[in-house]
């Protein structure tokens, strides 16, 4: 591919579809600019360093990843918007392996904070929960648990970790039919101690 029509845009884009292709932590500026045909050197006008790069990929998969958990839980609430939400997390997952492990990634708490789609994550993430009645510090529980699960079950799931011969797509769906009876069925703090320091 030709030097000429290189953007930042179009640069990460690339990184994120090889990321899928090789995996995320394998993506490097000579493997991005041996795709586009051109020497690392014409990449660093668009991009600062691999950290940079891997930044960029960072934010953009989680851009994707809510515009697809939007689109699913889009009108729905309860079971159905949990449902929808856990889907199309598991498929991203799948789907997307490098974007989805760029997601992963410690990014820097300022950057992360100025992201919009980390915004749209938690406003989305909560508003569901929301309907079950959950408040803070509940919230934040139920939160941390739903992405354990959900990313545990991807991960094991890619990995071909589940050799049973019960159908991963039933088993699938228990586990998330579970979550939703122990969202509705939520227990009462008893005891909490104080925050860590």
């Known amino acids: 591919m030709a030097r000429a029509g290189l953007t930042t845009d179009r640069v990460v884009a690339a990184a994120a579809d090889l990321a899928d292709s090789i995996g995320f932590d394998r993506v490097t500026i000579s ?3 041996r795709g586009f045909g051109v020497k ?6 668009h991009v600062k360093n691999l950290q940079d790069l891997r930044t960029r990929v960072a934010l953009l998969a989680a851009g ?3 515009d697809r958990i939007e689109a699913a839980v889009a009108g729905r609430a309860g079971k159905d918007a949990l449902t929808a939400f856990a889907d199309a997390y598991r498929s991203f997952a799948l789907e997307c392996p490098g974007r989805y492990r ?8 300022e950057t992360v904070a100025a992201s919009p789609a980390y915004h749209r994550t938690l406003d989305t993430t909560a508003s569901m929960l929301r309907a079950y009645g959950l408040t803070e510090p509940d919230l934040t529980d139920a939160v941390r648990l739903l992405r354990s699960t959900f990313h545990g079950f991807a991960a094991l799931e890619a990995a071909g970790g589940f050799g049973a011969a019960r159908s991963v797509q039933t088993s699938w769906e228990r586990g998330v039919e579970a979550l939703h009876y122990l969202l509705e069925h939520w227990p009462a703090a008893v005891g909490e101690a104080d925050e860590p320091e």
Do not use: G, K
């Open 31 to 33: 493997a991005l600019a």
């Open 40 to 45: 690392d050197a014409s990449l660093y006008s």
């Open 64 to 66: 994707e990843f809510i």
């Open 102 to 109: 760029a997601t992963q990634t410690r990014v820097d708490p």
